[in-house]
């Protein structure tokens, strides 16, 4: 009997020990994870530049033969020869073309008269020129191209004011518009557009594949055709917006910036400025 009493009070002193050393030994918090917040840079003030540029637009599909073969080569000359007067933008579209986005498709949607590829338009009017044979006529289509950017309705009363910044594969930009007191009373929507140049994918019946796509429209800053404006007659009209493209952003892109005018249900540009 003592022996087993002896035995049940080390048993209960072992016991009584663990649980000292269990109650003494420091625990260990698991390290706390701090989400880093990645801050928007400053991008400045902005500074207006109110000199007028026509919007030169490229609708255009890598499956199309006449967009390798005329369209492409043409749209690139003609931005070529009026780098100060045009902004070029190319929005593909049809036949699987592997740019094509939701703005290259709202682009084309907002075309009047039939919607083939190529067709290269200055503002809101198609420079292509239809043989009665049904076939482009290249010569005709490149002479009413310049007329249409020649004799473009300039503005000296739309101030554009924009700042891009690279980082962290994402696409920083700031853009602002002034409406001067004169400027026409009217709807207005104003957006800014990633483009991106250097792309290389297969065209249909261009001289060197895979051909070198530039000017291509990638995606818009604001859903639809972009902020709202109701610009009244004698009052003069800033704003500035601020937007990160992450949506396939990448070096070397650039930004353009758009104020439409409603008219009827088609949106006209009325200038535009490229951002780099």
């Known amino acids: 009997m ?8 080390i048993l209960a002193m072992m016991l009584t020990f663990a649980a000292c050393k269990k109650d ?15 801050e928007k840079p400053d991008l400045g003030s902005l500074s207006y530049d109110f000199s007028y540029k026509a919007l030169l637009i490229e609708f255009t599909s ?14 690139y000359g003609l931005a070529n020869k009026y780098p100060e007067d045009v902004i070029p933008l190319a929005a593909h579209i049809k036949y699987g073309d592997p740019m094509i986005t939701v703005t290259s498709e709202l682009f084309a949607e907002n075309r009047t008269g039939s919607r083939y590829t190529p067709q290269i338009w200055v503002n809101n009017e198609n420079a292509v020129v239809i043989t009665s044979g049904n076939s482009i006529d290249g010569s005709a289509s490149i002479e009413k191209a310049n007329n249409l950017i020649t004799n473009a309705q300039k503005t000296t009363e739309v101030g554009f ?16 518009i002034q409406l001067k007191k004169d400027f026409e009373a009217g709807e207005y929507y104003i ?17 060197n594949n895979p051909a070198t796509h530039n000017y291509v429209l990638r995606h ?4 639809g055709w972009g902020n709202k404006i109701t610009k009244i007659m004698g009052v003069e009209f800033t704003q500035e917006w601020e937007h990160t493209f992450t949506q396939d952003a990448k070096e070397g892109q650039y930004t353009v910036n758009v104020l439409w005018k409603k008219n009827g249900s088609i949106y006209v540009p009325v200038n535009a400025r490229r951002v780099k």
Do not use: H, R
């Not at 003592?2 to 009070?9: A, D, E, G, P, V």
């Not at 003494?24 to 990645?38: F, H, N, V």
């Open 161 to 176: 004011g924009g700042a891009v910044l690279f980082k962290n594969n994402q696409v920083y930009t700031k853009f602002g």
């Open 24 to 38: 003494t030994k420091k625990q260990i918090e698991p390290e706390k994870t701090i989400e880093k917040i990645e």
């Open 191 to 207: 957006n800014s557009y990633l483009v991106e140049d250097g792309i290389k994918a297969e065209q249909l019946s261009y001289a």
């Open 2 to 9: 003592k022996i087993k009493l002896l035995s049940y009070s």
């Open 62 to 75: 890598t499956g199309c033969p006449g967009c390798g073969s005329w369209g492409k080569p043409t749209f």
């Open 220 to 223: 818009a800053a604001m859903e």
